[in-house]
């Protein structure tokens, strides 16, 4: 399941039977980047029955906000991310690598939050959230080296980049999407690693040549092919036809918006 959520083989399908909460939640990740969000969300429903404080029902929070926030409801996503918060605020370490996950699960909260802000453009409420988030892997002694809250660190840059990108600064993003790049590629996850490569392909289209940002956004949509990650295909595809990277691009884009309704997506925009 550690596979399918967050290490090399994210289009494991069908997923196996989750036997335990913390479990429960890897599935539940899984299928949300395979773009499954009806089994994704009665998961996470089932969890928030099971677990209902500490540092798991937090990430189960953030994990039902980043649900919403993938389909445009980031203000409905605000209201779980803002959730997610407060449980792992209140959460109280019993066992050693409870402070850990604790730590992980306030970031997780963090950068849904600033996300959230952005999708509703409030730039300045983005930035303060990245910055409070970064003070707080600082304080935990986050390890570059060691790979200490390598997921953390990872959504940082990319959260930040994000921002940096709708505020029209093409270089803070570039900076960003690099460095979340780096970290993934020393990471266990092909979908960070994607992910951050879409980030690179946006931050590129600054430039005045727009050909590496067409190869960049190229290679995403087929990496997302292989390992059947809809969601994130179906963004590369918006970033391809919108830059011209390939052709029929588009119809890509329409296809993998299909198959998220068919899945139990509901956007909340569809832009063509």
Request: charged letters at 20%; glycine letters at 10%; proline letters at 4%.
């Amino acid at each position: 399941m550690t596979a399918a959520a967050f290490g090399d083989r994210p289009g494991t399908s069908p997923l196996p039977a989750a036997t335990d909460p913390y479990r429960r939640w890897l599935r539940a990740v899984a299928l949300g980047g395979q773009g499954f969000y009806s089994g994704a969300r009665a998961e996470l429903a089932r969890l928030q029955r099971e677990v209902t404080e500490g540092p798991l029902a937090s990430l189960a929070a953030s994990t039902e906000a980043s649900l919403l926030r993938q389909l445009g409801w980031h203000r409905q996503a605000a209201t779980h991310d803002g959730r997610a918060f407060a449980l792992a605020r209140a959460a109280v370490p019993r066992l050693p690598e409870d402070t850990t996950r604790i730590v992980e699960a306030q970031c997780d909260a963090l950068t849904g939050l600033a996300a959230d802000a952005l999708g509703c453009g409030r730039l300045d409420l983005s930035r303060r959230l990245l910055a409070q988030c970064a003070d707080l892997l600082r304080a935990a002694g986050d390890d570059a080296a060691a790979g200490t809250f390598w997921r953390q660190r990872i959504r940082l840059h990319w959260v930040t980049a994000e921002t940096a990108l709708a505020s029209g600064d093409f270089g803070t993003a570039k900076q960003h999407a690099a460095q979340a790049s780096a970290l993934a590629d020393r990471s266990p996850s092909v979908r960070h690693r994607v992910k951050s490569d879409l980030l690179r392909a946006a931050s590129a289209t600054g430039d005045p040549d727009l050909g590496p940002a067409r190869v960049l956004a190229a290679g995403v949509s087929e990496r997302c092919a292989e390992h059947g990650l809809v969601p994130l295909r179906w963004a590369a595809a918006m970033l391809a036809h919108g830059i011209g990277a390939v052709p029929g691009a588009d119809h890509v884009r329409d296809e993998c918006a299909q198959v998220v309704t068919c899945r139990g997506g509901r956007f909340a925009t569809i832009r063509n």
